[in-house]
């Protein structure tokens, strides 16, 4: 397909496919004569991934420029393919390890993993940002004085799970690798905020039926 | 107590609590004589939210200010007063309701509330953000041409119905009202990312359980 067809299928602007070209986002079309070049659907996917990463995701070219480059990286297997472009994707601060309440965060995160028997998660505290990420949460909220540590957070991590189940039930309808580095991707950046929407709405929802609104 | 003492409590450098205080994220002290002022435990706990806002929910400085209003305003019942702090933090684009994507993605929610029977957030669908970001992330997967409706969103709704009881059960345990909105607020703050990387997490346990290192 020609670009105004590109642009019409995936309802991005020709003058943003433009921009997408030259940064680098999305590779050229074939070449058919020196003024215009020619799309196939792989194209168009990708466009839309791209388009939904800026848009909803609200990621910064340059990281989804990071991202893409591990995605396309046919050297490396599934699941790292997959965790690299996951890690790539903007993260909280990193820890202060020298801060006692990082520390207590810690040792709370390392009960949590062991009392759940998560033995994969365990192998990877040091290399993975989530494992980092809950640890800063943890802190800050201990910061704040309040007690949140493994007892508190095992009857989330078990919903999570249940929640992460789905999310790889799902992983595993479609078809081809490609396809299924591309959904899980979406997963980070679509499915977070929609499931970020769903848990306030069923908070708005579980508050009503609770105390009205008073 | 005094700043210095202020500031090694919170962890907070005088230096960021003036600026604090210039943009009215924090209440004046009790001014003592004219270089002393003299700030109380609840200086502390506003300060730590507001940090906890500024450094692990990276929300504006105006936003928080705004948020905070909500929180302060007494002219309100607990219920709206959360409300209105929480639908004052950052959330998705709004939905251009002329796209067809937008137009199908309502159909779906809509079915989805109703198979929930999720009463009070049907009431909602016309003010609440949550609503409105689970629509646009909605129509960004069926954009990709991924089937996503009710029937896919059933079973995380679910989930997240029950993670929004164990909030509010935690909300409860605290005595006054101030605490619960402070908690609540925090909740969508330090929580969701906390849920985030626990379900992070847990897709990474679950990878490796199902396929290994592969």
């Known amino acids: 397909?020609?670009?105004?067809?590109?642009?019409?299928?995936?309802?991005?602007?020709?003058?943003?496919?433009?921009?997408?070209?030259?940064?680098?986002?999305?590779?050229?079309?074939?070449?058919?004569?020196?003024?215009?070049?020619?799309?196939?659907?792989?194209?168009?996917?990708?466009?839309?991934?791209?388009?939904?990463?800026?848009?909803?995701?609200?990621?910064?070219?340059?990281?989804?420029?990071?991202?893409?480059?591990?995605?396309?990286?046919?050297?490396l297997g599934r699941t790292i393919r997959l965790g690299a472009a996951l890690w790539t994707l903007p993260q909280l601060p990193e820890p202060d390890e020298d801060d006692e309440y990082v520390r207590a965060a810690h040792r709370e995160v390392a009960a949590l993993l062991n009392r759940l028997g998560?033995?994969?998660?365990?192998?990877?505290?040091?290399?993975?940002?989530?494992?980092?990420?809950?640890?800063?949460?943890?802190?800050?909220?201990?910061?704040?004085?309040?007690?949140?540590?493994?007892?508190?957070?095992?009857p989330y991590a078990e919903l999570m799970h249940r929640t992460a189940a789905l999310d790889l039930d799902s992983l595993e309808t479609y078809p081809s690798d490609a396809e299924r580095v591309e959904f899980a991707l979406l997963g980070a950046i679509l499915h977070e905020p929609a499931l970020r929407a769903l848990h306030r709405l069923a908070q708005e929802e579980e508050s009503a039926r609770r105390y009205g609104y008073e």
């Open 1 to 75: 397909m020609r670009l105004a067809e590109l642009s019409r299928r995936s309802g991005v602007s020709t003058a943003t496919i433009k921009y997408y070209l030259r940064e680098g986002l999305l590779a050229p079309g074939r070449q058919i004569n020196t003024t215009t070049a020619e799309y196939d659907e792989g194209h168009l996917r990708r466009l839309r991934l791209v388009r939904a990463m800026i848009q909803v995701g609200q990621i910064p070219v340059a990281t989804v420029r990071e991202v893409l480059g591990h995605v396309d990286d046919d050297s």
């Open 118 to 154: 998560w033995e994969n998660a365990k192998q990877l505290t040091t290399i993975s940002p989530s494992y980092r990420s809950l640890v800063v949460a943890v802190a800050a909220f201990r910061r704040l004085g309040y007690d949140w540590g493994a007892e508190q957070l095992a």
